[in-house]
């Protein structure tokens, strides 16, 4: 193992070591099945932004319940279970306006860039179409690790990036690109 290798794994089982304590010590209250939900969604950002970050769950009715309130406008989500890989993300205020688009499958916000965390991967999806549940052989499904997305930027922004419907999943490329919810996917391993 290269010696950054080793450097860069003791630095994450320190940062997971610092996270699970702080989650521990700031969720003392919450009941344990909220305990669970917070440290998967912090898991998403990295500790600095996921200790302060709004954390909020979607309820079974659709209704998002506020597990703790945060100060630094960011917005964390835990793992969807419904999903078939690891999906907690963490928002700043544009990114969840962008969010709440898509899941309402209306147009996003006109000039709003937003930055989204997903650092503990993403759920594998379709590259073309937003809302496909599952691979068929005609929606280029990919596999995708930890990234960060930007959301909502104009298009000479995505231009400067790949835009096949295959990408290169370990390379910066755009999503969605033939849908209003095209974004950048950044990998960051």
Same mark, same amino acid.
């Given at each position: 193992?290269?010696?950054?290798?080793?450097?860069?794994?003791?630095?994450?089982?320190? #940062?997971?070591?610092?996270?699970?304590? &702080?989650?521990?010590?700031?969720?003392?209250? $919450?009941?344990?099945?909220?305990?669970?939900?917070? $440290?998967?969604?912090?898991?998403?950002?990295?500790?600095?932004?996921?200790?302060? $970050?709004?954390?909020?769950?979607?309820? #079974? /009715?659709?209704?998002?319940?506020?597990?703790?309130?945060? /100060?630094?406008?960011?917005?964390?989500?835990?793992?969807?279970?419904?999903? *078939?890989?690891?999906?907690?993300?963490?928002?700043?205020?544009?990114?969840?306006?962008?969010?709440? $688009?898509?899941?309402?499958?209306?147009? *996003?916000? *006109?000039?709003?860039?937003?930055?989204?965390?997903?650092?503990?991967?993403?759920? /594998?999806?379709?590259?073309?179409?937003? &809302?496909?549940?599952?691979? /068929?052989?005609?929606?280029?499904?990919?596999?995708?690790?930890?990234?960060?997305?930007?959301?909502?930027?104009?298009? #000479?922004?995505?231009?400067? &990036?790949?835009?096949?419907?295959?990408?290169?999943?370990?390379?910066?490329?755009?999503?969605?690109?033939?849908?209003? &919810?095209?974004?950048?996917?950044? *990998?960051?391993?």
């Amino acid at each position: 193992m290269h010696k950054s290798n080793r450097i860069a794994g003791g630095v994450a089982a320190a #940062s997971l070591s610092l996270l699970s304590a &702080y989650v521990q010590a700031e969720s003392a209250s $919450a009941a344990p099945a909220d305990q669970e939900l917070i $440290a998967s969604a912090m898991s998403a950002a990295p500790p600095a932004v996921g200790k302060r $970050a709004t954390i909020v769950t979607m309820e #079974s /009715d659709g209704k998002m319940r506020t597990l703790r309130q945060g /100060d630094n406008g960011f917005t964390c989500l835990p793992d969807n279970l419904q999903t *078939p890989g690891p999906d907690p993300m963490c928002a700043d205020k544009n990114a969840m306006e962008w969010i709440d $688009a898509w899941a309402s499958h209306k147009t *996003p916000p *006109p000039g709003k860039v937003g930055f989204m965390y997903m650092l503990s991967g993403g759920t /594998d999806a379709s590259n073309v179409d937003p &809302y496909a549940q599952k691979p /068929d052989p005609n929606n280029h499904w990919i596999e995708t690790g930890p990234h960060v997305m930007v959301v909502g930027s104009d298009e #000479s922004f995505l231009d400067a &990036y790949p835009k096949a419907a295959d990408p290169d999943t370990s390379s910066p490329y755009v999503m969605w690109s033939d849908t209003p &919810y095209r974004h950048v996917m950044l *990998p960051v391993k």
